[in-house]
C-alpha cells in the first residue's frame, strides 16, 4: 500500500496494528493465510492510496508485515527504490522478482532507473505531469514498456511517480 493523503489503518490477525500516512509504504505478503482489514485512520478525512499487487516468487511462506517512512527529502529529484527482494538502499523487502522506485519532480529535475534486458516496466503518475521516455503522461496515467533498457522521467510539473521494474 502507498498512501497519498489522510491516513489508512491496517489491523490483522498477527497482531499489527497501524497507522499508514502519507510517505509510508507498507508491504504485506498474506502467505499461508492472514486476515486484515485497511480502513480511514482519518476521521473527517478523506484518505487516498494505492493498493499494488504483485505477483510472489515463492508461495507456501508465513504471512509477513513491514511499514517504513520514506520521506520527500529522500524521494526528492530521483527515484528511491521502497521495495526490493532484498531490501537494498533501506527498502523494504518482498518475495518478488520486483523493485519499486518512487519520485517527486519538479521544472529541470530529471530521473532515470535502468532496466536490465529481458525485464519489463511500468510507470504510474501519482499526480502532475512528466514526460516518460519522451511521451507526455498526466495524473492516473501509467506507461507499460517492454523494450526498454532505461526509464527516464524530464518535463516534470509537480509530479509523484512510481516506477516498478519487473520480471519477464
Request: glycine share 10%; aromatic share 6%.
Amino acid at each position: 500500500s502507498y498512501v497519498l493523503e489522510g491516513n489508512l489503518a491496517h489491523k490483522d490477525s498477527m497482531g499489527h496494528i497501524e497507522g499508514l500516512p502519507p510517505g509510508d509504504v507498507q508491504r504485506r505478503s498474506a502467505g499461508t493465510g492472514v486476515q486484515h482489514s485497511e480502513f480511514n485512520h482519518a476521521e473527517g478525512e478523506e484518505t487516498h492510496f494505492l493498493q499494488i499487487w504483485i505477483e510472489p516468487s515463492k508461495t507456501g511462506i508465513a504471512p509477513s508485515y513491514a511499514q517504513k517512512t520514506f520521506s520527500d527529502a529522500e524521494k526528492r529529484g530521483k527515484l528511491r527504490l521502497v521495495v526490493s527482494p532484498d531490501g537494498a538502499d533501506g527498502s523494504l523487502s518482498m518475495t518478488a522478482d520486483a523493485r519499486m522506485y518512487a519520485g517527486l519532480l519538479d521544472g529541470a529535475e530529471t530521473a532515470e532507473v535502468a532496466i536490465a534486458p529481458g525485464r519489463k516496466s511500468y510507470v504510474y503518475v501519482v499526480k502532475g505531469e512528466v514526460a516518460v521516455n519522451g511521451t507526455p503522461l498526466h495524473t492516473g496515467d501509467a506507461a507499460y514498456m517492454d523494450q526498454e533498457t532505461a526509464v527516464k522521467l524530464d518535463q516534470a510539473k509537480n509530479t509523484e511517480v512510481l516506477v516498478f521494474d519487473l520480471a519477464a
